[in-house]
């Protein structure tokens, strides 16, 4: 059954990111901001008139609800899961949806910074949606596709359910997340509460991508401590760390891995933050690969890297600091094959082409794969993400809803 005449996925979408949900990597709260409460209390009032009667909101900002099985068979519990915060990448404040109806395959000029063009040039994926409907922002912010989208679809698709009764399924849980964004979407997730035995996040690109292999990701932390001195008395005595630090920097490879000369399959170093005084200085580095093996070779490289230059400072050290980010969801998705299977089959039901392909990223569905619930991420449409120029199709969620719905029924048909 179609849902795009009866639940409007864009209508709820636009309204969505109008509300600012921005999450905040400084802050040390739980969630980041309390903001993006505000849209989750949105969603839960929402869940609420649709008759899902135990949709509530939790300290932490974690949006948790139930579609109760409506079949006798024994089917596993399908948690559905998109994070309501946006990237602190760009402004998420005062964001104005503009709908494109009948896109007609030119540049879209943003009223509110004409110097923001959207193109068909750029972004080839354009060109799929001509005489369609898209969605951007005004030329300010960000959108917010990331991932409002994916909450739109989840909430049509309960929605579609809650009035179809005659579309059977299992228990369903939805799950909305806060700072996904900031790498914290699941710290204070109750998974006994989530209950679930299987999960999808909806938090992907193109109409038809599938994702079931992602970055492993680890964090480092170069602490580099320099002999402090008077400046006015320092020759002979003084070693800065804040120029150590830069000189480990300026001898990373400039050819070569680093995320703006790698693709596909390779994995990159990359500092991503550097302060300290001349005492003490701190490199934060994000550390990425397709697979473990491939981590630690990379943190044994950067660590040679930083010992040679101090070897040059005797008088100095350095502390070298590895924290594990998350691993790749694949290696949890392989042991249970049925996951990704139905997915397909579901894509298929869509008459949708499969396109897989691994994530230069993680996905809250990395985390949760680790924690129990094995969890591919399913495609929302959402476009240059993080940026200005963010844009998507509304077609493309209307899909995804529609695929939802195909994809309850295929667990509940192979229970």
């Given at each position: 059954?179609?849902?795009?005449?009866?639940?409007?996925?864009?209508?709820?979408?636009?309204?969505?990111?109008?509300?600012?949900?921005?999450?905040?990597?400084?802050?040390?709260?739980?969630?980041?901001?309390?903001?993006?409460?505000?849209?989750?209390?949105?969603?839960?009032?929402?869940?609420?008139?649709?008759?899902?009667?135990?949709?509530?909101?939790?300290?932490?900002?974690?949006?948790?609800?139930?579609?109760?099985?409506?079949?006798?068979?024994?089917?596993?519990?399908?948690?559905?899961?998109?994070?309501?915060?946006?990237?602190?990448?760009?402004?998420?404040?005062?964001?104005?949806?503009?709908?494109?109806?009948?896109?007609?395959?030119n540049d879209l000029v943003l009223p509110d910074d004409p110097a923001q063009i959207i193109s068909p040039v750029k972004y080839p994926y354009l060109k799929q949606h001509i005489g369609k409907d898209i969605i951007t922002a005004s030329g300010n912010t960000l959108l917010g596709a990331d991932d409002k989208a994916g909450v739109a679809i989840i909430m049509s698709m309960a929605d579609h359910l809650m009035h179809h009764p005659e579309i059977k399924h299992g228990d369903i849980r939805i799950l909305f997340t806060p700072d996904e964004e900031v790498g914290r979407g699941t710290d204070h997730l109750d998974m006994k509460k989530l209950g679930a035995a299987v999960g999808y996040t909806l938090d992907g690109a193109e109409l038809g991508t599938l994702e079931d292999e992602t970055f492993s990701a680890d964090g480092v932390k170069l602490i580099i401590h320099g002999v402090i001195a008077h400046p006015g008395y320092a020759k002979g005595i003084l070693v800065s760390a804040l120029k150590i630090a830069a000189e480990i920097v300026e001898a990373l490879p400039k050819t070569e891995w680093s995320p703006e000369t790698t693709d596909k399959r390779q994995g990159f170093v990359h500092p991503v933050a550097m302060n300290g005084i001349a005492e003490k200085a701190t490199i934060d580095f994000i550390v990425r690969d397709f697979t473990v093996k491939g981590l630690l070779e990379h943190e044994v490289r950067l660590k040679l890297i930083a010992e040679k230059i101090l070897q040059k400072y005797p008088n100095c050290s350095m502390e070298f600091i590895v924290k594990e980010q998350y691993r790749n969801m694949k290696e949890i998705l392989d042991q249970h094959p049925a996951v990704v299977a139905n997915a397909v089959e579901a894509y298929e039901r869509c008459g949708l082409t499969v396109i897989k392909e691994p994530i230069r990223g993680g996905t809250d569905g990395s985390r949760l794969s680790y924690m129990g619930l094995p969890c591919p991420n399913l495609f929302t449409g959402m476009q240059a993400i993080h940026s200005k120029h963010e844009w998507i199709g509304v077609a493309d969620m209307e899909q995804s809803a529609n695929m939802l719905v195909k994809l309850v029924q295929v667990w509940e048909e192979k229970s």
């Open positions: 059954m179609d849902l795009q005449n009866n639940y409007r996925t864009a209508e709820r979408f636009m309204r969505y990111v109008q509300v600012d949900t921005q999450s905040d990597p400084e802050s040390d709260t739980s969630p980041s901001t309390e903001k993006q409460k505000d849209l989750s209390a949105m969603l839960v009032a929402e869940l609420l008139m649709m008759g899902i009667e135990d949709a509530h909101l939790d300290e932490h900002g974690y949006v948790y609800a139930t579609i109760p099985s409506n079949t006798q068979k024994n089917v596993p519990v399908i948690c559905f899961c998109s994070h309501v915060d946006t990237a602190p990448d760009c402004s998420g404040t005062n964001v104005k949806p503009i709908l494109h109806q009948n896109y007609k395959g």
